[in-house]
């Protein structure tokens, strides 16, 4: 939790202040950063970016707003923000492997076991527009008209991402869960 105090050291540009609320943000803000970018370096690049637009806005916070769920979505546009000065100039990635059929109960029962970087890994198999979109919806909460939206995309496209990543993910996790289940036999 962030007290005002330090808002306001920060708004009065103090470097302490700035870097205290930089090491009281950084896990919150790498954990969003970390999901929509593939590797380390421009997950930290962005959460960067992020956390210079949280700086540079701090006198504009509406105070009914608390400061955690004001820097998040910050973040989570920054983020975005990102993506679509990028998407001009690259090519959306595509999957080569064959889908197959999957076991909807093999796909839950290691569900329940799977840790979360684990997960995290797997997400790095979708194609960084469906893994955009999927994490809007499925872990930051977004509406797919707010993700169509903020994406300029339609709905429909919104909702067909998530479809794609949920498909691509189980397949990972039936193939992880086939592999888990023959090396503990």
């Known amino acids: 939790?962030?007290?005002?105090?330090?808002?306001?050291?920060?708004?009065?540009?103090?470097?302490?202040?700035?870097?205290?609320?930089?090491?009281?943000?950084?896990?919150?803000?790498?954990?969003?950063?970390?999901?929509?970018?593939?590797?380390?370096?421009?997950?930290?690049?962005?959460?960067?970016?992020?956390?210079?637009?949280?700086?540079?806005?701090?006198?504009?916070?509406?105070?009914?707003?608390?400061?955690?769920?004001?820097?998040?979505?910050?973040?989570?546009?920054?983020?975005?923000?990102?993506?679509?000065?990028?998407?001009?100039?690259?090519?959306?990635?595509?999957m080569e492997q064959p889908l197959e059929k999957i076991s909807t109960a093999e796909v839950n029962d290691y569900l329940r076991e799977m840790e979360a970087e684990a997960f995290a890994t797997m997400l790095q198999l979708v194609p960084k527009m469906s893994r955009n979109v999927f994490n809007l919806f499925a872990i930051d909460g977004f509406a797919h008209a707010e993700i169509a939206q903020l994406l300029n995309i339609s709905e429909g496209t919104s909702k067909w991402h998530v479809s794609n990543a949920r498909s691509i993910l189980q397949q990972a996790i039936a193939r992880s869960a086939v592999t888990t289940n023959s090396t503990t036999r």
């Open 1 to 94: 939790m962030v007290d005002e105090s330090l808002i306001a050291r920060c708004i009065r540009e103090e470097p302490k202040a700035q870097y205290e609320l930089y090491r009281a943000l950084y896990g919150m803000m790498m954990s969003i950063c970390s999901r929509y970018e593939r590797n380390r370096q421009d997950a930290a690049a962005r959460m960067n970016h992020g956390f210079l637009k949280i700086l540079q806005n701090l006198e504009k916070k509406r105070p009914e707003v608390p400061f955690d769920a004001w820097a998040r979505r910050i973040v989570i546009n920054t983020v975005i923000d990102g993506y679509r000065q990028e998407r001009e100039r690259k090519v959306l990635e595509t």
